[in-house]
């Protein structure tokens, strides 16, 4: 997780994480796993914005990790679709009870228009939890996009039982749903 948020391996020569990430996707997609034909060749990724208000040389990983996607041939381009209107606690470091809702995402991220024809979106994250930040982004989108299809990429998930991790490159496809509370659940 460490080597993942400051976007670097450690070793005799440091190796930016997000392309070997991309790189295991990729291997992924192309095989007859429950990746295959995830990304189309035409998807546009669109990063998931940070907790934080943008700031031009800070490290944005899921940014980071679209454009390696789309280096291996992952998706047609990366897109910078959504910003951060005002900055949220981060997830990582807030109690359960306390991280902002996926309306609270939703109400806190504006879109940056495109002028390029969208036909398919992928959001990218680096890590999902329960997936707030990624429901309100997607919401977010459906305002602009409301026929194009969206989907959500997250390179982690958590596992809160320790008893069902079994590997650490187990790729899965899953669903995010809106609970009751307002906050969301994924499976798996």
Request: charged fraction near 20%; hydrophobic fraction near 40%; charge should be positive.
């Amino acid at each position: 997780m460490i080597a993942w948020k400051t976007g670097r391996l450690t070793g005799a020569r440091p190796v930016p994480f997000w392309h070997t990430i991309a790189s295991l996707t990729k291997g992924s997609v192309d095989s007859t796993g429950p990746l295959e034909s995830f990304v189309s060749p035409a998807a546009v990724l669109v990063p998931v914005p940070k907790s934080g208000l943008w700031q031009e040389d800070s490290l944005w990983v899921p940014d980071r990790l679209a454009k390696s996607m789309v280096q291996v041939g992952l998706g047609r381009r990366a897109a910078r679709l959504l910003r951060r209107t005002e900055a949220l606690p981060k997830a990582a470091t807030s109690l359960a009870s306390t991280r902002p809702s996926a309306s609270r995402h939703y109400e806190t991220l504006t879109i940056q228009k495109d002028l390029e024809p969208v036909p398919e979106i992928v959001l990218v994250d680096d890590v999902v939890t329960r997936g707030d930040t990624m429901l309100g982004s997607a919401n977010r989108l459906l305002e602009s996009y409301p026929r194009t299809p969206i989907k959500g990429f997250a390179a982690i998930r958590t596992v809160s039982n320790p008893l069902e991790f079994t590997d650490v490159n187990q790729p899965v496809v899953g669903w995010i749903t809106l609970r009751p509370d307002g906050h969301c659940l994924r499976r798996p």
